[in-house]
């Protein structure tokens, strides 16, 4: 895949995927699947995609770990006795055993917090980022070949000017 807004590097720079949304601090911290579905079984029984969908939602969007980390994660909690499974309405629910229910107590607090403080800035820049692919889109929708050239030259500027913002000097 070349270019765009997903994988491709031609024209700007790094992609706009994981290491956009985990800057810094905030993604160092926030891999820790195990304790996030412990403090979330806490609460109440869930499936998989509803503790993704609360990751996200609790951290603004800035943590919505895979499939591939919390489905093996469950397995292995289950297969140390720390949560319970049973088929729902076609989809699995986990809930906390009584081991699991008292290593979900030792946790000072819940590991999304960390995520949520440490990711304020990054989450309003991916907002912003998420919001200007919106606008190009549109230009590139309905504008007429002189607003699309104009809105590229401002696209062209723009990744100039971050750059320099960064230090980087790329041109």
Same mark, same amino acid.
Do not use: C, K, N
């Given at each position: 895949m070349h270019g765009g807004w997903g994988g491709g590097r031609r #024209?700007? #720079?790094p992609p706009f995927g994981p290491p956009f949304r985990g800057m810094g601090e905030a993604r160092r911290r926030r891999g820790d699947v195990r304790l996030a579905i412990l403090a979330l079984l806490a609460e109440r029984p869930m499936h998989g /995609? =509803?503790?993704i969908q609360e990751l =996200? $939602?609790?951290t603004q969007g800035a943590? +919505?770990?895979s499939p591939g980390s919390i489905y093996p994660t469950l397995q292995l909690l289950e297969d140390e006795g720390l949560v319970t499974s049973e088929e729902s309405? #076609?989809?699995r629910r /986990? $809930?906390?055993t009584e081991a699991g229910r008292a290593e979900a107590d030792r946790l000072e607090r819940p590991p999304w917090e960390d995520v949520s403080e440490g990711d304020s800035a990054a989450a309003g820049l991916r907002d912003a980022g998420f919001q200007l692919g919106a606008a190009v889109m549109h230009a590139a929708r309905t504008g007429s070949r002189e607003q699309v050239a104009e809105v590229r030259d401002v696209l062209v500027d723009a +990744? +100039?000017?971050? /750059?320099?913002i960064l230090g980087d000097g790329a041109q």
């Amino acid at each position: 895949m070349h270019g765009g807004w997903g994988g491709g590097r031609r #024209g700007w #720079g790094p992609p706009f995927g994981p290491p956009f949304r985990g800057m810094g601090e905030a993604r160092r911290r926030r891999g820790d699947v195990r304790l996030a579905i412990l403090a979330l079984l806490a609460e109440r029984p869930m499936h998989g /995609y =509803e503790m993704i969908q609360e990751l =996200e $939602a609790r951290t603004q969007g800035a943590w +919505r770990p895979s499939p591939g980390s919390i489905y093996p994660t469950l397995q292995l909690l289950e297969d140390e006795g720390l949560v319970t499974s049973e088929e729902s309405e #076609g989809r699995r629910r /986990y $809930a906390l055993t009584e081991a699991g229910r008292a290593e979900a107590d030792r946790l000072e607090r819940p590991p999304w917090e960390d995520v949520s403080e440490g990711d304020s800035a990054a989450a309003g820049l991916r907002d912003a980022g998420f919001q200007l692919g919106a606008a190009v889109m549109h230009a590139a929708r309905t504008g007429s070949r002189e607003q699309v050239a104009e809105v590229r030259d401002v696209l062209v500027d723009a +990744r +100039r000017r971050i /750059y320099s913002i960064l230090g980087d000097g790329a041109q």
